[in-house]
């Protein structure tokens, strides 16, 4: 079994790669610091790891060459990157309206990656009439993604006179989240002169009110309200920072940069709704504000690990941190069941760290990643699998563990350990004539290890699929289908061919299902995008036909169609990746 997963010279240099500074010894992170203005924040907790952008000779093409300011980048093909010529064959009017679309906020390692790769890439823009500012458009994907080290280092990179409202909006935000409020208000007043949009109005009324305006604060709101514009967190909020007692908030559904610097301003605690829904950066700023309480930090810290917004260590930091009795960890699984939600996770992770004993320690493995998983489904899962991937590591499949090898597999994928797996496998396949468990580990993860292996160790073969189809007996005949149909798909799509025992199950089964598809034009050209090679449209579309935050699930049609388009122009490690994942989070 070998390790085929993306480039580790990537992952390396667009993961957020973080300090080992511990984020309690500071009140507030600064992921972004884009502005020139004095910035009165505490002090950052995160590294710039990102490589300083060279001169504008890494984009040169010939000495006499101009630069195109569209074209910079921060990593170029030999780092990973898609290449100078990605766009190549691309029309510009299409890329511009496909940009906007590009998903953020994914709990997928490798549709992050591909999206960080596609936006950090030094590449010539596509051909065609400029309509809307290309840079502009990746920075505010990124900022959207909450990965601030790279918006900072393109920032840095672009040219000074660039002058677009959304990277207005990117700098008032990080300004927002870093509470330098006094740089944050200069710009709303520069802003404010120049449009009157409602987001630079609001933000100004909110510097009112920090500066004991809160007459003045009151006629901006009432002139917000004559034009329609309503917010009631916002009103609420205002009020709490002119002194009202009552003024609380019990819900934030759609917080806002703005709103999480109110609720710090104000002394208001946060609704734990707002970290429910929180995008990348609103999550990652509340885990790292020490104001908030620490079970909803807590949260809010596993929300944005999820989102691939905070590094894994940091959640394992702030798990690390909270303070429990010697009883509580001498008893973690019964402690746990007492302590629940965040808390519980963390009394885990730190019981983890003490058990000597190897059957201890995957006792609390496996609780922690059960606790993980009913909070957060597979997202939850991975997340736990994640956090204690050094502890799962330091056992040694072994007879005495085969009761925990299916999902010791499931965690080591979800982990990016792919070369840890075999030894559970195996472990799983040794034991399964006498051990109904490692029977079925070995049923339900045959698919997925062949998934995962490009050597053909774990061919996808009649008497495997066979094998899964009988463990899926449980399921609604409907649901066991559809996920049949999703393993076919994505096996086919990465070469392999479809068993004649698969074959026949589905040619049984009902001949129509119902399942959602994005728009078939976009379908259609992404098969043309990859028949045609273009690999900055190829990884586009297919980002944007998976986009999860679209209602119901990929069809196992649209999942082979991406992963089949992204092998075809030479993404094979990525493709195998985002197979894993939809395979695994429709098993989970």
Not at 383 to 407: K, M
Not at 491 to 511: K, N
């Amino acid at each position: 079994m070998t390790a085929s997963r993306s480039s580790g010279v990537v992952a390396a240099l667009v993961a957020a790669a973080i300090a080992a500074a511990s984020p309690l010894a500071a009140q507030v992170s600064a992921p972004l610091d884009i502005v020139p203005q004095p910035v009165e924040a505490p002090e950052p907790v995160v590294e710039e790891s990102l490589p300083e952008p060279g001169p504008a000779a890494e984009v040169e093409v010939g000495a006499a060459a101009t630069v195109d300011p569209e074209s910079v980048g921060l990593i170029e093909e030999a780092d990973g990157g898609f290449g100078f010529d990605m766009w190549r064959g691309s029309d510009r009017s299409v890329v511009e309206r496909l940009l906007p679309m590009l998903p953020t906020g994914l709990t997928s390692r490798a549709m992050n990656g591909l999206v960080r790769r596609l936006l950090l890439s030094t590449a010539a823009p596509p051909a065609g009439r400029a309509e809307v500012n290309l840079l502009a458009l990746r920075i505010e994907r990124l900022a959207a993604m909450g990965d601030g080290v790279a918006v900072n280092h393109l920032m840095r990179a672009s040219p000074p006179d660039l002058d677009d409202t959304m990277l207005a909006e990117v700098r008032l935000d990080a300004l927002l989240l870093t509470a330098d409020y006094v740089g944050a208000c200069a710009q709303a007043r520069d802003l404010v002169r120049r449009d009157d949009a409602p987001y630079w109005e609001k933000v100004l009324i909110f510097c009112q009110a920090l500066s004991d305006r809160h007459d003045a604060a009151a006629l901006g709101l009432a002139l917000l309200r004559e034009r329609g514009i309503e917010d009631d967190a916002f009103d609420t909020l205002l009020r709490a920072l002119a002194g009202d007692a009552d003024a609380r908030l019990t819900s934030l559904r759609d917080p806002t940069a703005l709103h999480i610097a109110m609720l710090r301003a104000a002394r208001v605690p946060v609704p734990e709704d707002a970290i429910e829904n929180a995008d990348p950066a609103l999550a990652r700023a509340i885990a790292l504000t020490a104001s908030v309480p620490l079970e909803l930090r807590l949260l809010a810290a596993e929300r944005a690990e999820a989102l691939d917004a905070l590094p894994t260590d940091m959640l394992g930091e702030l798990y690390a941190s909270v303070p429990f009795t010697p009883e509580e960890l001498a008893d973690p699984l019964g402690s746990a069941e007492a302590v629940k939600g965040p808390m519980a996770r963390a009394l885990l992770y730190q019981a983890l760290r003490i058990q000597v004993i190897p059957a201890a320690r995957a006792e609390v493995l496996r609780a922690s990643w059960a606790l993980g998983g009913e909070a957060g489904g597979w997202d939850g899962f991975a997340t736990a699998a994640r956090v204690t991937r050094d502890s799962l590591l330091s056992l040694n499949p072994s007879p005495e563990l085969v009761w925990i090898a299916g999902d010791a597999v499931r965690a080591l994928l979800a982990s990016d350990r792919w070369d840890a797996i075999g030894g559970w496998l195996d472990l799983a396949a040794a034991q399964a004539s006498a051990n109904a468990d490692a029977a079925a580990a070995v049923a339900s993860l045959g698919p997925i290890a062949a998934l995962a292996d490009n050597d053909d160790a774990w061919t996808w073969d009649s008497a495997r699929f066979t094998a899964w189809w009988e463990s899926r007996r449980d399921l609604p005949e409907p649901d066991r289908r559809l996920r049949a149909a999703t393993l076919v798909g994505l096996l086919a799509a990465l070469g392999s061919a479809i068993p004649p025992e698969a074959l026949l199950q589905m040619i049984d089964g009902p001949p129509t299902v119902w399942t959602r598809i994005p728009s078939p034009t976009l379908l259609q050209q992404l098969d043309s995008a990859a028949d045609a090679g273009r690999v900055g449209e190829t990884v586009l579309l297919a980002l944007i036909v998976l986009d999860p935050a679209v209602p119901g699930v990929p069809s196992p049609f649209t999942l082979a169609a991406a992963v089949s388009a992204l092998n075809r122009v030479g993404l094979e490690a990525e493709a195998r990746a985002i197979a894993v994942e939809a395979a695994l989070a429709r098993e989970f």
